[in-house]
């Protein structure tokens, strides 16, 4: 039997979620497959620090050293920096390896360019973990909705924002509280400007807007607020109204102008989101045919994000050429 | 450029969707196909019926003629029908063609005979359309949770049902009420036991039994009851505890061992189905790596079925292959 083999870049939580998934599934792999997927090299920052890998791992510090593997299919980038990894994953596409990617602020600066690189190199891009997490959101849009001209998205993509926002509600806190709160659990950073200032929901909202229409708006056209000004008291009103706040990146088309705004939001009870709490993602969209779907689930974590990478591993694995909506007529 | 020759059998709501939308979205087809597709034939009930379709379009009551045509690639099935629709999709398989159908109860009695002989006659089988109308939940099973064990799988599989349970609880109605407001609504049939008793979402979680876990329980073991016997009073109740009742179709594996019952079921506000109303319909899996991931949306009507069997023609046409995870391993 023939093996894929696999580097992974990176061995935090989901680099490390996706070692132990490739470990825990192999025989599934194996099934749906017909190869073994073998992780073959490890990227790593720190090489004084123990892992839990397999000797047979190549562990290294050095991405030349990934690159000159004399044997390798797929690279799996689980770095959260945006440099150097963009350069990292062009050089791997140049080599002939599929890539997947997690790395939403790096896919959103730089996706395009590795797509259509990835195109004449004839190898494909996986990047359903870039948003939402676990939910299949980039596969539905990719592979499930070919014909449907989608008019508009929404999506709950920050977990963190959810969260506090949840929090505050029915926990009755304060942002500062419900902040501190996300931090003790490990949903938000030291730093948390990323989540609570609507930068990480801005940044798969353009992920989400080029692969549901084709192209972006442009980026400072685009209205981007955080939840950093709602109030216990705003909160408290609301409810009164019933009303709830939602972190909600909105994308939509009309006519040749795609449109987003990504920002807090007052929804009713029959909006889909309203229910969605804690640390949640969802996204709905509406398309032509259909009319609204919407997907919720897990928006991040060790193993709802290494499913969303295992999934990708089948799809790079089994279309070599690159899907059909990046290409093809987004009216 | 070369032609996708399609036939529609059954030119009721949904044959007629089908048809209007592949006219409304030739231009995708084409795109996403590189071929464009013609329906080249209809199979009607009634020839004196005014029909709006094309003239270069047979309109035949006789299924062999569509069976004798010199080319066609893809039969679409609409007929609510049993029999004599099996027969009619195994002689399509057998002349080579891809089949599509919308038609549950057929496909939860012979869904497992016509996947082989497809497979034998290598051509696919679309069956998106027999389960929760537009929402993508075959298809994401098929395609997008290959690695993913699943372990369990909950639906609200009928609209009808969930629309009565509704009404009762929003509205204060009666069953009889309710049953006769869905029935004004065209939600259900003047005999509406298939919907009301639990066979119709019976038919659809058999469906999804054998795509999640590869097999379905003995269907004598399987637990089904409708919504018949919930009164207001009932409802009301629920209500001042904080529950709702809603029709759920539940199928596990643990172990070698399908379990699956169909019956209403009270569910409190952390449900995912607890905020399910009206006709819509939901999917929530449970797999080992993502965790839980929920996809609600339209669960009937004219265009979310079309969209459903639509999309499937894309698939049916770029995978001629079974999808792998009904041969593969599916502990």
């Excluded at 980038?77 to 002939?96: C, H, M, N, Q, Y």
């Excluded at 509280?177 to 353009?206: H, R, V």
């Excluded at 779907?293 to 790079?316: H, R």
Aim: proline share 3%.
């Amino acid at each position: 039997m023939t093996v894929i083999k696999v580097a992974i870049l990176g061995f935090g939580t989901v680099g490390e979620g996706v070692y132990r998934t490739i470990q825990s599934h192999a025989e599934e792999l194996t099934a749906v497959l017909g190869k073994k997927v073998e992780v073959a090299a490890v990227l790593i920052k720190n090489k004084q620090k123990e892992r839990n890998v397999s000797e047979d791992v190549l562990l290294t510090t050095d991405f030349e050293d990934i690159l000159n593997m004399p044997e390798l299919d797929i690279v799996i980038e689980a770095i959260v920096d945006k440099d150097p990894t963009f350069s990292f994953l062009k050089k791997a596409i140049e080599r002939g390896c599929h890539i997947i990617t997690a790395n939403k602020e790096m896919f959103a600066h730089h996706g395009q360019e590795l797509l259509e690189l990835a195109e004449k190199n004839n190898v494909s891009v996986g990047f359903e973990a870039t948003v939402a997490g676990g939910i299949p959101v980039i596969q539905t849009f990719r592979q499930l909705l070919n014909i449907n001209r989608i008019q508009q998205v929404q999506g709950i993509l920050n977990g963190t924002s959810n969260f506090i926002l949840t929090e505050m509600r029915e926990g009755k806190q304060s942002f500062a509280e419900a902040l501190s709160l996300a931090q003790e659990n490990g949903f938000a950073e030291a730093d948390p400007t990323n989540d609570i200032e609507g930068y990480d929901a801005f940044y798969k909202a353009m992920i989400l807007s080029r692969i549901a229409f084709g192209e972006e708006p442009n980026w400072h056209d685009v209205e981007r607020e955080g939840i950093t000004a709602i109030t216990s008291e705003l909160i408290e009103k609301a409810e009164e109204l019933g009303l709830r706040y939602k972190h909600i990146a909105q994308i939509s088309k009309s006519g040749n102008q795609i449109k987003a705004t990504i920002k807090p939001v007052l929804v009713g009870k029959e909006h889909p989101f309203y229910h969605v709490e804690g640390v949640q993602n969802a996204v709905s969209v509406h398309s032509d045919i259909v009319g609204e779907i919407t997907l919720q689930g897990p928006g991040a974590g060790m193993f709802p994000t290494a499913s969303a990478i295992i999934e990708d591993l089948v799809y790079v694995c089994k279309n070599n050429a690159p899907a059909p909506r990046l290409t093809a007529l987004t009216t």
